[in-house]
């Protein structure tokens, strides 16, 4: 793993660390980060045997860098 890679890695587990043992719903930009940068938790991984994102042992996250600002996300259908 590159060096970015693991720096990247450790401000994702500390905000995933930091947003608490709940159910989370996407766009939850709840937990901790470094200044400049925004983690915002994306979803659930796929389940094959239910056929939709509900493996709560899998999320996925986005990370922003720079000048963000945080929009409403639309309801997913």
């Keep these: ?32 980060a ?3 940068v925004m983690i915002i938790f994306d979803g659930y991984g796929h389940d094959e045997e239910t056929n939709i994102q509900d493996d709560l042992k899998r999320t996925t996250r986005n990370w922003f860098t720079g000048r963000c600002r945080k929009v409403d996300l639309l309801p997913l259908r």
Excluded at 3 to 31: A, H, K
């Design 1 to 32: 793993m590159r060096p970015d890679e693991v720096i990247v890695e450790e401000w994702i587990r500390e905000s995933y660390n930091s947003m608490g043992s709940r159910v989370l719903n996407p766009g939850n930009d709840s937990g901790l």
């Design 34 to 36: 470094p200044l400049g």
